[in-house]
């Protein structure tokens, strides 16, 4: 049976993407087929192949199902700035109906653990209607979060699971990255994630000097999204 997830961060530079790739490899180790997408990012390089993102390569890494890279990320922009204003100086129209074909393609690939990433926080916008959490909406995929843990995350963390909630979507598990180890009161903190945050938290990822799939996924418990793992 299939699983499908929507990766969400509490901020932008949290860490969705570390975890996301040690999701993916869990999932692997676990015997599961997997397949990450990341529909939207900015911040691209220019190659003699096209314009390509870090995230979405590091998600392809770890995807066994293989498919072309725009696939994976059908819309990419060269600056790094919010994806609202680098499609708009791209003169790109950007919208849920444009990404949602795309991520449906994603899903009917029916991979055992598949993982959608969005781009910044929650309210990250596409136009000057839509947000990118309306394309979690349209597809109705359960949210996993991602807790930059540092000083105001719990805040934040509060502040995103509502927003999930409010858009009736299910807040399956959250992953706390610790991005400033030197975090004041930081079991403290985690105690409090732990306690409010309406799911339950699927591991607690250190300040790591070496980040890499393999040292992240083995920090993060899967067996907790009560997956069938082999």
Not at 86 to 94: K, N
């Amino acid at each position: 049976m299939s699983a499908a997830y929507f990766i969400a961060g509490t901020d932008t530079d949290v860490g969705k993407t570390t975890i996301a790739s040690g999701l993916l490899h869990a999932a692997s180790l676990n015997g599961l087929s997997t397949l990450g997408a990341k529909p939207v990012a900015s911040g691209c390089d220019v190659t003699p192949k096209g314009l390509r993102n870090a995230d979405a390569l590091a998600l392809m890494d770890e995807s066994s199902i293989k498919l072309k890279y725009e696939e994976i990320n059908p819309f990419a922009f060269e600056p790094a700035i919010a994806p609202h204003l680098a499609a708009r100086e791209a003169g790109v129209v950007l919208d849920v109906q444009s990404l949602l074909g795309p991520m449906r393609d994603i899903l009917a690939r029916e991979a055992d653990f598949t993982l959608i990433e969005g781009a910044g926080g929650w309210r990250v916008p596409l136009s000057n209607q839509a947000n990118l959490s309306d394309l979690a909406m349209a597809l109705g995929l359960p949210v996993i979060l991602v807790v930059g843990v540092r000083l105001g995350c719990i805040n934040h963390a509060l502040l995103t699971a509502e927003a999930i909630a409010q858009d009736g979507l299910q807040l399956a598990g959250w992953v706390a990255n610790i991005i400033d180890g030197k975090t004041a009161r930081l079991e403290e903190n985690l105690a409090t994630l732990a306690e409010r945050l309406p799911a339950p938290c699927l591991g607690r990822v250190p300040k790591l000097k070496v980040v890499s799939p393999e040292v992240v996924a083995s920090h993060l418990e899967l067996d907790l999204l009560e997956l069938d793992l082999v």
